[in-house]
């Protein structure tokens, strides 16, 4: 989680997928072959069957953040202290409980997706 940005996705068709934890948005190659920025706890470049554990290809809407210190919507979306990048407005998926156990163990924040 520093200033170092995050892949930019490589096409925006049907491959992206949604980190569920910090919603980063990437290609599912791009997560197998680096991981989540912001997420390297998880491990994706080493497991690609967590891929599908940790990130979805449901999500509403994307924002590009560049400078997220100064930027009123990240602050506003909660990915402030996220590495500059594309991220969702939101997922309707939760992480998995196991995942989840995996965030406290490191001890980052998790919330999940609000119900509607």
């Known amino acids: 989680m520093g200033e170092a940005p995050a892949q930019i996705p490589t ?7 949604a980190c569920l934890r910090c919603r980063l948005v990437k ?8 991981g989540c920025e912001n ?17 979805t290809p449901n999500f509403n809407g994307i924002i590009s953040m560049m400078d997220p210190r100064r930027s009123w919507a990240a ?21 998995p409980e196991e995942m989840q156990s995996i965030c406290q163990q490191v ?10």
């Not at 506003?76 to 997922?91: D, E, M, N």
């Not at 001890?107 to 509607?116: A, H, L, S, T």
């Open 11 to 17: 096409s925006f068709g049907h491959e992206l997928r």
């Open 27 to 34: 290609t599912y190659d791009q997560f197998r072959d680096s």
């Open 39 to 55: 997420c390297p706890f998880f491990k994706m470049e080493d497991d690609h069957e967590r891929i599908v554990d940790v990130t």
């Open 75 to 95: 602050r506003w979306l909660r990915i402030g202290k996220f590495a500059p990048g594309c991220y969702t407005l939101a997922v309707s998926e939760a992480l």
């Open 107 to 116: 001890r980052v924040q998790y919330v999940p997706p609000k119900r509607i």
